[in-house]
């Protein structure tokens, strides 16, 4: 989730919206896609603002080939249930906010986590990715079953993440890394008893490297929401969306999705 880059987003994120309506649909240059419900059905393609960046959520296969990955199928499985096509608009993160703003397209698609200060400035489905932070530990360790065992730990952090506070807050010695790679890295050679990230980033490593003698000691009891994210009052869209989710969830897809991704269910 991009909780880590949230101050630089918000920064780019906090100018009135002084463009046309989100409902206008609106097509007066090349730049600007319907965004409205109304103006979507009519042009048949819903256009989605994305990284293609981020595996494993929305990247291109072998860094040049199909766009794919977890938040790109969940998208085009929600445009499927609303009769649509999809056209995904690649952009950098630090953009996708203004991009939003500008009519660029209808909605993000991009592991977007809902926090108070995006509410006020934006529209959010429900979610479809639910990520509590955890604790990882060497397979078979039982000195660790929460995170107040984390006193007198040793856990290795990146030192600019939520999870280097939350490891410091419980009392853990903190071994500063450049994140999960070096983390788990020295986990594996035991030279630190634990690491805390989000449960994604470790499901999503335990796929890659499904023998890697790891596990889950604690979980939070606040997991981060991630869901898509529309303009302020883009309120018919967003119902639709949520819909058509709700239609994915009963029927199973985004279970399927999930444990394609990540070996698990992480949309509930």
Known sequence: MRIHKTLAALALATGTLTLAACGSGGTDDAA???TGL???QEAGTIVVGTEG???????HTDGSGDLTGYDIEITEAVADKLGLDVKFEETQWDAIFAG???NRFAMIA???????????SYEFSEPYTVSPGVIVVPAGESSISSFADLKDKTTAQSLTSNWYTLAQENGAKVEAVEGWAQAVALLEQGRV???VNDKLTYLDYMQQTPDAPLEVAAETDDPALSAFAFAKGNTELRDAVNEALSELRADGTLAEIS???F?????E
Do not use: C, H, M, W
């Open 259 to 261: 444990e394609k991704y």
């Open 100 to 102: 939003l703003e500008a």
């Open 110 to 120: 991009n592991q977007v986590s809902i926090n108070p200060q995006r509410e006020e």
């Open 193 to 195: 008893d634990a690491t």
């Open 263 to 267: 070996g698990e269910n992480v949309s």
């Open 38 to 40: 109304e103006a979507i």
């Open 53 to 59: 960046t981020y595996r494993p959520f929305s990247f």
């Open 32 to 34: 600007t896609a319907p």
